[in-house]
């Protein structure tokens, strides 16, 4: 049987906002983990980003927390400052993130652009998705919720439990 691959990578910051964290998510943190001797999941804490999260950066947090424990080389922290800040201030040498499809590759190509520009020394590195999550975004998963759709297999059961409550909470 082949012999477990040695970590030494240093450590990788995996950033997003986790609205909420799905398999795919954790599958990419899981590899990140084998390769790197350290991983800090990086959660979006910036309210005037994008749209209103339906979970709060502590629940967000909370969620992958209770995932990663098996890993015993990753910790999970919100950051509200650029990326390349909170890589630096974690001496990350790597930013890993997933890609799932064609979709994926503009936005990331451009954030891409923008981290190496600001930071040269980090390199980004991406992950290509598991087929079986390839389909699979914390949107996609929070519609299905919405219209009562079973998200069970494509969430953690106490993510799919509180997105049950949250989303008929916010359809009445
Ligand atoms: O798609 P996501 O999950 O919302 O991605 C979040 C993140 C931070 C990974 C992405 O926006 C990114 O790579 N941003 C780089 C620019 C930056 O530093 N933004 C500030 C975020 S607080």
Redesign the pocket.
Known sequence: MAEKAERNGGTAVC?????PVTFGHLDIIGRAANVFDNVIV?V???PV??QKTVFSAEERVAFIEAEVAEHGNVQVKT????????AREHGARA?V?GLRAISDFE??FE?NQ??RKMAPDIESIYLMSAPQFSFLS?SGVKELAMFGGDTSGLVPDRVAARLQEELKRERN
């Open positions: 950033p997003g906002s986790y609205d990086g979006v804490d910036q980003r994008k950051f509200d400052t650029l990326l390349v800040d909170f930013i993130k936005y990331e954030m923008l981290n914390s």
